[in-house]
Each structure stands twice: as structure tokens, then as C-alpha cells.
């Protein structure tokens, strides 16, 4: 350039006539011109979206809330109620899913209508809602590229922006999304299962059990029902005397009993959930089994169901019956060990109470036992009146002679009252045709072999 330049002013003619031939060029000046005016625009235009980024953050305030926040659900579905809200984007909820416990199928219906099997929620996209005469831009993202490895579901973030002097909104809208949520919850139990080290949902919450649907021996639900309750009411008791806030259940017997009906029961009437816990899953380690058993979520109890069939004695069954990790004294340790959380309850159920380990099952990690047997003669009595609405003494009298001198099993009675529904007398001839099962009795817990022991 230099080079260039130099060469002209040598030759006074050269500069001249370059000058006067830039200078007569109407389209050069205008594209001088027109650079110029684009330089201008550019630095106006940075000027502005800096001035709009300073704005903004003098002005809006942000909250995000991630799908992996277990408030998301709660508010995504909360935001589908808000009527003033502007969306363009909408997305399809099926019914099934873990996300439509806000809208459960309605049961009148007959034939399920559109909107029972299906809701409509914010799309990924930006939506506006008014909340409170407070207007709210809300951003619901989803990752292209990550995602939950244990739902394959793609992680999404919720971003709620709004002018910075109503940041108080934000809580309240968490607030209400969480009360939305409990409302949407209040008659139904949760059943948590298992990822990885945390606990989801599975499957969309259920309707609560009725205690009174469970038939047992009198004395077994009340006892445990009760003992429940007062764990649950003294805290500060245990607190006080630094014993451990924790209390464990043994539920025994055979198949069919209603272990795991009167454990579903139970929460439910507790307005509690349930974590279900399978020992022999595969992939099971100690150190999953430890952090699973010091997260529960608030409000639950956990169910280690057929408890037996992870170890038998000490020793882990053969290969084919035992899959994970989890050795025995991880276990032990998850259960009672000194990094075991407080304020939880535990309920073990086996059909094989005779193979349980005694450390598994002593005081603090066992604090009840108690048997769940086949059908006795007071259970056919309560199950008979539960299912024909009426009381026939001598009728449920010979339907329990046959079906207790059988051993059936409380699941076997019921579905025997099942397929004769309008029938009781059908009920009595089927009876008849039940198979004779071997006895069953409580298991030497205590020398009385009584059904409940400490
Ligand atoms: N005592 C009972 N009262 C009412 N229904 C019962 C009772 N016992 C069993 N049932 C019915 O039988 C079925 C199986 O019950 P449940 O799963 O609770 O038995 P379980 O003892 O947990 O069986 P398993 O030991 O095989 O797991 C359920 O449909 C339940 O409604």
C-alpha cells in the first residue's frame, strides 16, 4: 500500500487524475457512502443490544428450574391451569404417564373422552402468562444433546423471566405449583421404585387402598397401624433420648396373605408413599443400597419386599436366585449402620421367615413381626360380608369350614368371592374344588409362636 501510494505523489499528474476520477464516480461516493451508513448502523445496533442487555439485567430477573428438580412436574402441569396464559407451543401428556397425576382419568366416564386420556401442557418454547397482574415470560427448553440416562427422556430446563421489582412472584408461583401438586395427590399413593441412586416415581400415583379392604386378624392391623402412628407422633421422644429415629416391620407368611396389600393400605392411610425396594435387582451395590436408603423421599416408607430372596442365611443364594451386589453386612449396615438416615420406616416382607438371618431381623432393624396367615375363619366372615354386603352366618359358616380346612390363601378366597359375585352359594360349590394346601403357622419367633412378636 505504502509502495502504491508513493508511486502516485512522484507524479503530481498520476494524483490529480486519480482524484478527479474518484471523485466524478457517483457510484463510489454512494458506496462510500453506503459503508458508512453501515458502520453507523452497526455501532447503533451494538449500542442498543448492549443498552437492552443492560436493561435486562438491571430490570428482569430469571429463575430456572431444571427437569431434574422434582418441583418440575409440579409446575409444568400448575402452568397448564393458569388461565391467562399465551402459548403457542402445546404438548400432549398421555394419561398414563408419571406427569398426569394433575388430571387423572375421569372414572364416570364410559367411553374416555379426548381430554381424559390426554392433557395438554406448555410446549417446549416461550410462553407468557399473567400471574398476579404480573406478567411472566416462561422458556421451557429441551436439551438436544443430554439426556436422563435412567428415563432416556431429554433433560429440559423451565426459565421464568419477569421484571426484577416482582421477583416475589417466583416463590409464590412455586408455592401454588407445590399445593397444586398435593391437591392433585391427596388421595393417591405413590409408588417409588429405584434409579440408579435415586427414587422416581413409577407409573403415575395410585388411588389410596382402603385399610378396611384388608381383611386380617384383628389384632395384627390394629397393633401395627397403631405402633406406626405413635413412631410418627414422637420424634421429639426419640430425640430427646438420642435413640434413633427409626422403626422396622416384618411382615411374614404365606403367598397371598396380603403383606403387600396391607403395607399399601397402610400408607395410605398414613398419606404416606412407598419406595419398593428389590434386594436381588440386578446392579444392586452396597453403596447404591446405602445412598438409596438415606434419600427417601420425605413421607414414604420403604418396602424390601421378599427380603429373603437376596440372601439366604449370611451367604448369598446360588447364582441363578442372586443377581446383585449388595453384600450382607451392606446391608446390615444400610439398614441400622451408623450412616443410615433417621426418621424412616422399613417394611421387610418373606414368605421364608425360617431362612432370614437373625441379625437382619433383631431389634432395630426388626422392631415387629408379624404373621399374615391363610384364611381363618374370622377373615372368610369379613371378606364375605365385604363382598356380598350382607351376613349369612351359615353360609359364610360352610364356605369357611371348606376353604380354612383347605389352607386357601386370603388371595385365593378373594378370588374365589370374585368369580361368583352375585353368588355365594356358587362360591361354596367352587370352594369344594380348591386344592389342599399344607399348613401354615407362625414361625418360632417367640416360644408362644404367636402371630406378633417383638
Ligand atoms: N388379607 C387380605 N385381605 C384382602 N385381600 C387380600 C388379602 N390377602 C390377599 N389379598 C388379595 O390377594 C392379592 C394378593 O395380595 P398381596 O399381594 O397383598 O399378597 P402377599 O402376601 O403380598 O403375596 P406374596 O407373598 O406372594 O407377595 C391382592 O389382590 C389382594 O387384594
Not at 421489582?165 to 392433585?184: G, V
Request: with cysteine; net charge positive; proline share 6%.
Amino acid at each position: 500500500m505504502n509502495q502504491l501510494a508513493s508511486s502516485a505523489t512522484n507524479h503530481p499528474d498520476t494524483a490529480n487524475g486519480l482524484q478527479s476520477i474518484l471523485s466524478g464516480n457517483s457510484f463510489f461516493s454512494a458506496g462510500i457512502g453506503l459503508m458508512g451508513f453501515g458502520a453507523g448502523l452497526a455501532i447503533l445496533r451494538r449500542g442498543v443490544m448492549s443498552g437492552a442487555g443492560l436493561i435486562k439485567r438491571r430490570m428482569l430477573v430469571s429463575l430456572e428450574i431444571p427437569s431434574k428438580e422434582k418441583s418440575y412436574n409440579a409446575f409444568l402441569h400448575w402452568m397448564g391451569t393458569v388461565p391467562k396464559r399465551y402459548s403457542n407451543q402445546l404438548a400432549v401428556e398421555a394419561r398414563g404417564s408419571a406427569k398426569s397425576i394433575f388430571h387423572p382419568p375421569t372414572r364416570s366416564s364410559k367411553q374416555p373422552t379426548p381430554s381424559s386420556l390426554f392433557q395438554l401442557v406448555p410446549g417446549p418454547g416461550k410462553h407468557i402468562i399473567k400471574y398476579k397482574k404480573c406478567w411472566i415470560q416462561v422458556e421451557r427448553q429441551r436439551s438436544s444433546r443430554l439426556q436422563d440416562l435412567t428415563t432416556g427422556t431429554p433433560w429440559e430446563t423451565i426459565t421464568l423471566t419477569t421484571l426484577s421489582r416482582d421477583r416475589e412472584i417466583f416463590s409464590d408461583m412455586l408455592l401454588e405449583a407445590q399445593k397444586f401438586m398435593h391437591t392433585a395427590q391427596k388421595n393417591k399413593t405413590t409408588i417409588y421404585t429405584a434409579w440408579a441412586t435415586d427414587w422416581k416415581p413409577f407409573g403415575s400415583p395410585r388411588s389410596k387402598r382402603l385399610l378396611s379392604s384388608v381383611v386380617l386378624e384383628k389384632d395384627v392391623k390394629d397393633l401395627i397401624t397403631e405402633d406406626v402412628r405413635d413412631f410418627l407422633g414422637n420424634y421429639q421422644w426419640y430425640a430427646d433420648r438420642g435413640i434413633p429415629y427409626r422403626r422396622g416391620y416384618l411382615l411374614y407368611g404365606p403367598p397371598g396373605s396380603g403383606k403387600t396389600s396391607f403395607l399399601y393400605a397402610l400408607a395410605g392411610e398414613l398419606d404416606y408413599d412407598i419406595c419398593v425396594l428389590n434386594l436381588a435387582e440386578r446392579g444392586l451395590s452396597d453403596d447404591r443400597l446405602n445412598h438409596l436408603l438415606s434419600n427417601v423421599p420425605p413421607k414414604s416408607v420403604v418396602l424390601l419386599e421378599d427380603v429373603d430372596s437376596a440372601f439366604q442365611g449370611r451367604d448369598r443364594s446360588g447364582e441363578v436366585g442372586f443377581r446383585a451386589n449388595v453384600t450382607f453386612s451392606g446391608l446390615l449396615n444400610a439398614v441400622d449402620g451408623v450412616t443410615s438416615a433417621d426418621e424412616r420406616i422399613i417394611f421387610m416382607t418373606t414368605n421364608h421367615p425360617d431362612i432370614l438371618d437373625p441379625a437382619l431381623i433383631r431389634p432395630g432393624r426388626v422392631d415387629i413381626k408379624a404373621y399374615l396367615g391363610n384364611a381363618t375363619p374370622q377373615q372368610v366372615h369379613d371378606m364375605f360380608r365385604r363382598f356380598y354386603g350382607k351376613d349369612d352366618p351359615k353360609l359364610s359358616s360352610e364356605i369357611s369350614e371348606v376353604v380354612c380346612g383347605k389352607n386357601t390363601s386370603m388371595a385365593s378366597l378373594q378370588g374365589l368371592f370374585v368369580m361368583n359375585k352375585t353368588s355365594p352359594e356358587a362360591a361354596l360349590e367352587l370352594a369344594k374344588e380348591l386344592p389342599q394346601l399344607p399348613k401354615s403357622t407362625p414361625f418360632a419367633f417367640n416360644s408362644q409362636k404367636k402371630p406378633l412378636s417383638v
